[in-house]
């Protein structure tokens, strides 16, 4: 069992910043494929950004050129930059792992506000 601590949400003005950071529990961090993924209200959980093992980056077509995902395996620790943010970005924010595997185990935090508001 992985556990995901999400931290660094909370309010932001449309154009400011917010680091996400994500901790797992977990002594092969570095073999997951991490991600980030958002819910807003009404809406379906959707991927925003992932990372997979090998440092392979993926993003929503929504969140290019203002998100940067990125891992630190010595920290077991995933970030999300976010920069000028939007209105519409506005959501939890849900880190998740996924070991791949003859059995693949997929893990969830509790997940983060983010909100966008002037």
């Known amino acids: 069992q992985v556990q995901l601590v999400e931290s660094g949400g909370g309010w932001v003005q449309p154009g400011g910043s917010l680091r996400l950071s994500c901790a797992a529990s977990s002594s092969i961090f570095r073999l997951y494929t991490m991600g980030w993924y958002r819910q807003a209200p009404g809406k379906q959980r959707e991927l925003v950004a992932g990372i997979s093992n090998g440092g392979t980056t993926n993003y929503a077509d929504s969140v290019k050129g203002r998100f940067t995902i990125s891992r630190d395996n010595a920290k077991n620790t995933v970030y999300l930059q976010m920069n000028s943010l939007k209105f519409e970005d506005t959501a939890v924010y849900y880190c998740?792992?996924?070991?791949?595997?003859?059995?693949?185990?997929?893990?969830w935090g509790q997940g983060t506000q983010v909100t966008v508001s002037s």
């Open positions: 998740n792992a996924v070991l791949f595997g003859s059995a693949t185990m997929n893990y």
